[in-house]
């Protein structure tokens, strides 16, 4: 069992930056390739990011490439997500999420992802 908690999200103006925090509880954290994912509501949850299990591969939605970094410490159990440039758009609930997929992608099913976390808010004002 793996649960895990988000923090970081908050209130910033467009072009501002933020870095979201994602701490998993368990042994196991290394086991899992992890993906961030964004929801607004009445929308369906859209992928983000994803990072591998060893943190060396990672891999982008386009509307947030080169402005979005997604890392990971196995060591303190936690993947983060630096998002820099902010836009309006990038307002949503921000969501980890753990999968025993090699390495999470838009065309990853939402079932494939084993757990997930609380989701923590992002809005960017213009």
């Known amino acids: 069992q793996v649960q895990l908690i988000e923090s970081g999200g908050g209130l910033v103006q467009a072009g501002g930056s933020l870095r979201l925090s994602c701490a998993a509880s368990?042994?196991?954290?290394?086991?899992?390739?992890m993906a961030w994912l964004r929801q607004i509501p009445g929308e369906e949850r859209e992928f983000v990011a994803s990072i591998s299990r060893s943190g060396i591969t990672t891999w982008y939605a386009d509307s947030v490439k080169g402005r979005f970094t997604v890392s990971r410490d196995n060591a303190k159990g936690t993947v983060y997500l630096h998002l820099n440039g902010l836009k309006p758009e990038d307002t949503a609930v921000y969501y980890c999420?753990?999968?025993?997929?090699?390495?999470?992608?838009?065309?990853?099913?939402?079932?494939?992802?084993?757990?997930w976390g609380q989701g923590t808010q992002v809005t960017v004002s213009s």
């Open positions: 999420a753990a999968s025993l997929v090699t390495l999470p992608s838009e065309t990853t099913p939402k079932s494939q992802y084993d757990y």
């Open positions: 368990g042994r196991t954290f290394d086991r899992y390739a």
